[in-house]
């Protein structure tokens, strides 16, 4: 089972989050059948949404959302309060040539765009609160680095973000995936900052410390060198979605009672596929003339 664990360093004026997806990018891949630079992008999306997540006490659904003029298209991660995540990209298929170091061309599938951050709570005391959206522009398109800008410019919240996703070419792909948070709370020493900086620069590459089983503790005592740190909780983290047989009903019933009916006579039932986890759910006559009996 993948992990999240957040905490404190420095007398609690940095925040930390490091967590391991490999998991969870592999079952996101293997729902949406993504090329190997979509599959990376997605990894590093879902994972930077989760740790964003965890900084953040009163939300019921994050969500994560890259616009783009790239070959993807456009990419969103949702994540909700207990570590689940979700993730829809609009063309799984994208692919474009490694780049001369031999990464993923990640910013190339995604060109310019709006990265937005939407924040919605209220959900179980029955409201649906305005929902929170901050956006930033694109401007690495490597995805850690759009997490750190728009936290900086959104939230006013100087942050480094690390993502990894690392792929083979054997099922299920994904060798390790995960992430690194450190958020500066005000009062932040600028000279521990510098120390974190350098040591981040200077640390072995995420992916390989996780490929070689290091856990999200393990990650954050590589990644802080010698600052200490203290552990506030771990989550485990997963992906899931929530649609269901009853969701899907209640989208077809959305249609009205014209399409409803049109459904019934014409192909005795309805069929649909959730973009999030690419479930397919087939309705059949029973079912569409229990919908039309609710209107
Ligand atoms: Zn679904």
Redesign the pocket.
């Known amino acids: 089972m993948d992990k999240l664990v957040h905490g404190t360093a420095a007398d609690g004026t940095i925040r930390v989050v490091a967590t391991i997806t490999t998991n969870t990018t592999a079952e996101a891949i293997r729902r949406h059948q993504t090329s190997p630079t979509v599959s990376a992008a997605l990894g590093r999306m879902l994972t930077g949404t989760l740790m964003l997540g965890a900084t953040l006490k009163d939300f019921d659904r994050l969500t994560s959302r890259i616009d783009c003029d790239g070959p993807v298209g456009g990419i969103i991660a949702e994540a909700n309060r207990t570590g689940g995540v979700?993730g829809y990209v609009r063309n799984p298929v994208a692919e474009l040539p490694a780049k001369s170091n031999g990464k993923f061309d990640v910013s190339g599938i995604i060109g310019s765009g709006t990265f937005y951050v939407m924040r919605e709570s209220g959900f179980e005391i029955g409201l649906h609160r305005e929902p929170y959206v901050g956006s930033v522009p694109i401007t690495s398109g490597e995805i850690a680095e759009d997490f750190a800008f728009y936290l900086a410019k959104s939230e006013q919240i100087p942050s480094a973000v690390m993502l990894g996703v690392l792929l083979n070419n054997v099922e299920p792909y994904v060798v390790a995936s995960g992430g690194v948070l450190v958020q500066m709370m005000p009062g932040a020493n600028e000279h521990i900052i510098t120390i974190i900086e350098d040591t981040i620069a200077n640390a072995p590459h995420l992916t390989s410390l996780i490929s070689e089983g290091a856990t999200p503790k393990d990650l954050l005592k590589t990644l802080l060198g010698v600052i200490e740190f203290e552990i506030m909780g771990e989550t485990p983290v997963e992906f899931t979605?929530?649609?269901s047989h009853d969701r899907a009903m209640a989208m077809i019933s959305s249609l009205g009672r014209t399409e409803v009916e049109s459904m019934l006579a014409e192909q005795n039932g309805a069929e649909m596929t959730?973009?999030?986890?690419?479930?397919n759910y087939v309705l059949n006559e029973s079912d569409l003339i229990r919908i039309i009996e609710n209107f």
């Open positions: 979700r979605c929530s649609c959730c973009g999030f986890c690419n479930e």
